[in-house]
């Protein structure tokens, strides 16, 4: 939101969520999110400031670095008295900053300190009349383009995240080519791994834990008045939205 930009004459936020993630001393970075639970993440430590006081949350997966950087920034941007504690530990006031308990990223796999395969993905579109893969380095949830299909690789097994616009074609070819990726990958995958398609605004914890920062609201003002009582299902809650 910029609100620690100098000059900026944006009100903060009386509540604050920063995700620090990294692998090294070099790559560690802190990012805010939004201040809600689904925003956790088992790999990393969040830090999430108060009014009366500062946590710094340690995820069963995150790294030393990670540790070492949350400190950093809680000194940074609070001068209320720091807490530290562990994933599994919160306090109820925890709970409460971020509007109470919600699922979040905590599969087994984000619970390991060091990931022995890291993630890839896949950009597959038709736009330039043909069909062609095309890998994203350093990616992240605004890499997600909602006119075609993306693949993620996780080893363990392959997301297909299916954007709003993408056509048949490419939705079709999609499948065929993550089966062909897998006989041809030259590590010997199991050509048993699971393909699993992932349609957008429909984000399962498995699939956003593996970006950083995700944003779970990002398309919800995307979505139709249908699909919005689906979701909710509840027609008062709809009118409730919109006064």
């Known amino acids: 939101g910029g609100t620690s930009r100098s000059g900026n004459t944006e009100p ?33 430590v969040f830090v999430l400031k108060t009014d009366t006081m500062c946590y710094l949350w340690c995820g069963k997966g995150c790294s030393g670095d990670e540790r070492e950087m949350a400190k950093t920034v809680a000194n940074i941007i609070s001068t209320q008295d720091k807490q530290t504690i562990l994933e599994g530990q919160e306090p109820a006031e925890f709970w409460v900053a971020l509007g109470g308990k919600a699922p979040y990223s905590s599969d087994k796999r984000f619970q390991e300190t060091v990931v022995q395969y890291k ?33 993620l690789d996780t080893w363990e097994e392959l997301f297909l995240w299916i954007g709003k616009s993408a056509n048949e074609y490419e939705k079709t070819e999609s499948l065929n080519s993550a089966k062909e990726y897998l006989k041809s990958h030259p590590a010997g995958r199991d050509l048993a791994t699971p393909i699993i398609t992932v349609k957008q605004g429909h984000e399962p914890p498995t699939f956003t834990g593996w970006f950083s920062a995700w944003d779970s609201h990002k398309w919800s003002s995307d979505l139709s008045y249908e699909d919005m009582k689906k979701n909710l299902g509840d027609v008062s809650a709809i009118s409730q939205i919109s006064a």
Do not use: H, W
């Open 119 to 151: 993630p890839r993905l896949f950009e597959c579109s038709n736009q330039t009349g043909r069909f062609i893969m095309t890998e994203v380095v350093d990616f992240a949830q605004s890499d997600l383009d909602e006119d075609d299909v993306m693949m």
């Open 12 to 44: 903060e936020p009386a509540i604050r969520l920063f995700q620090v993630r990294g692998t090294d001393e070099y790559n560690t970075k802190a990012t805010e999110v939004p201040a809600r639970a689904t925003s956790l993440n088992s790999n990393d």
